[in-house]
């Protein structure tokens, strides 16, 4: 029987995740940490048969006898949460024979170089890839986003048995399928504020550009990994360049800013589909670190997992869903409810 021990069940990136593993592979037994009673009771509704343990990322002890107990951890809480990491690399470390380990990064660890210069809105040429481009990869510097944390996940080898791998998702989008979260960032709150001030915007001259992923196919490699995991390692790489890029291409910030404005103007709840160019300073008082979520580049080649387990995404591209999206948030806000009173003669 194959024990796995999972945090973050009750976030997106999670419940997305786990329900995918637990729909691939009902035999496995479960173990998922959650904070509360309330989200607790969500997700032994949705999955009756996972065991739940209650508490958070830093309860030491707790973490240290549950990833003791488990074949294998994955990581979908905080990404960043050096004292959890280390504590979960602990109980694995007890474990009889080598145990598994999966964190969950994110590309925003791509950022660095405009972040270094300060370069807002612009585009750039610039790829990682997760193969020929390995090596680079696993040493940027160490002031970049995640960085910290996947270090320790790296350089886990070095003093344990534990075989560990990062998965490192881009922007990621589409409707989870888990519990509790069920939305994601990005492309949802530009939507959001888009709607909220009546007009689009891009960050300077809107050329920055990102890798994407709707959350079905990440999901997707998550259960490849674990099972490479499950059946002793597999044919997935583990330590020093057990990393994983997970994207279907790319796409312009600005090119999405404007089909987010064209969709909210023509379903009228926006008067014009120009759009304006803030500075990063007023994308940042829009939505925290929006400078970096909206204006920054991280563009990323996933060639490992479609090389080594044959992962290939199949879900339709960002694009494709803005007019969902657009209107999951008019729904959100009232927008759309409001709109149709209106137009009932109710308002």
Known sequence: MVKIFVQGITGYIGGDGFYALATAHPEYEYTALVRTTDKGAKVAAQFPSVRLVYGGLDDHDLLVEEASKADIVINWADADHEGNIKALLEGLAKHSSP??????????????????????GEGSNKVFDDWEGINEVTSIPDFAPHRGADKLVIEAHKTSATKTAVVCPPCIYGTGRGAVNTRSIQ??????????????????????????????DLSDAYVKLVEAAAAGGGNATWGAEGYYFTENGDFEWGQMSKAVTEEAHKRGWIKSTDLDSVTPDEANQLRGFGAY????????????????????????????????????EAKALGILKSHAAEAAGDA
């Open 99 to 120: 145990g598994y380990f999966i964190q969950t990064s994110g590309t925003g660890i791509l950022m660095y170089p405009d972040m270094q210069t300060k370069t807002f």
């Open 187 to 216: 492309i949802y709150d530009l939507a959001k504020i888009v709607l909220e001030r009546g007009a689009g915007f891009t960050i300077g001259k809107g050329l920055s550009q990102w890798s994407q992923i709707h959350v079905h």
């Open 293 to 328: 979520l909206w204006g920054v580049n991280s563009k990323s080649k996933a060639i490992r997992a479609r090389k080594l387990f044959g992962w290939e995404p199949t879900q339709p591209l960002m694009i494709d869903l803005v007019p969902s999206i657009v209107e999951g």
